[in-house]
T-cell receptor
Framework: DAKTTQPPSMDCAEGRAANLPCNHS???????VYWYRQIHSQGPQYIIHGLKNNETNEMASLIITEDRKSSTLILPHATLRDTAVYYCIACSHNQGGKLIFGQGTELSVKP | NAGVTQTPKFRILKIGQSMTLQCTQD?????MYWYRQDPGMGLKLIYYSVGAGITDKGEVPNGYNVSRSTTEDFPLRLELAAPSQTSVYFC??????????????FGPGTRLTVT
């Protein structure tokens, strides 16, 4: 699985959009980009995933660059409850769905 | 649905003791996983199962064993506990059909201390 690189921490003002970047320059053609988040000490929670098209669901939007070497997770109106560690993971659907977690980005949403 | 449940929530073990961490899911998911998370780190995959009777090693399988006799249950066994196994253990499950994978659902975790 491709390695992903994320900034260790970010701040965001409540009500503003949070844009979390992820670099995956060695991603292969059959690897999806998955985003999970982990709110303090809880089990991780799935957010969104995509292959090459941009995706949107009720939680977030995922923007993947045309060359697929990077992506951005967008939380359109961040709330205090969005404070969490966000993990970007490149995952091939041919490998048992195994997720390789990195260090993630610790997002702090401030009032 | 209860989702993914794990027992116990907390446990303190002495070095050399054994225990089984229980994991049950009621979503009829075919895939199940065990991860561990050390303080300040991301999760690491211990073992996973693609269906009843089938298990495979993940990144850090040493010191652990698993079995999958039913779709619902995926227990993790520690035979000779060591301080290095002090961690938070998460179980997860997902549904996969014809090569498509769906998101993993995680349990609340078991916090294990080995002293």
């Amino acid at each position: 699985d491709a390695k992903t690189t994320q900034p260790p921490s970010m701040d965001c003002a409540e009500g503003r959009a949070a844009n979390l970047p992820c670099n995956h320059s060695t991603i292969s053609g059959n690897e999806y980009v998955y985003w999970y988040r982990q709110i303090h000490s809880q089990g991780p929670q799935y957010i969104i995933h995509g292959l090459k098209n941009n995706e949107t669901n009720e939680m977030a939007s995922l923007i993947i660059t045309e060359d697929r070497k990077s992506s951005t997770l967008i939380l359109p109106h961040a709330t205090l409850r969005d404070t969490a560690v966000y993990y970007c993971i490149a995952c091939s659907h041919n490998q048992g769905g195994k997720l390789i977690f990195g260090q993630g980005t610790e997002l702090s949403v401030k009032p | 649905n209860a989702g993914v449940t794990q027992t116990p929530k907390f446990r303190i073990l002495k070095i050399g003791q054994s225990m089984t961490l229980q994991c049950t899911q009621d979503m009829n998911h075919n895939y199940m996983y065990w991860y561990r998370q050390d303080p300040g780190m991301g999760l690491k995959l211990i073992y996973y199962s693609v269906g009843a009777g089938i298990t495979d090693k993940g990144e850090v399988p040493n010191g652990y064993n698993v079995s999958r006799s039913t779709t619902e249950d995926f227990p993790l066994r520690l035979e000779l506990a060591a301080p290095s196994q002090t961690s938070v253990y998460f179980c997860a499950s997902s549904y996969s059909s014809q090569g498509a994978r769906y998101e993993q659902y995680f349990g609340p975790g078991t916090r294990l201390t080995v002293t």
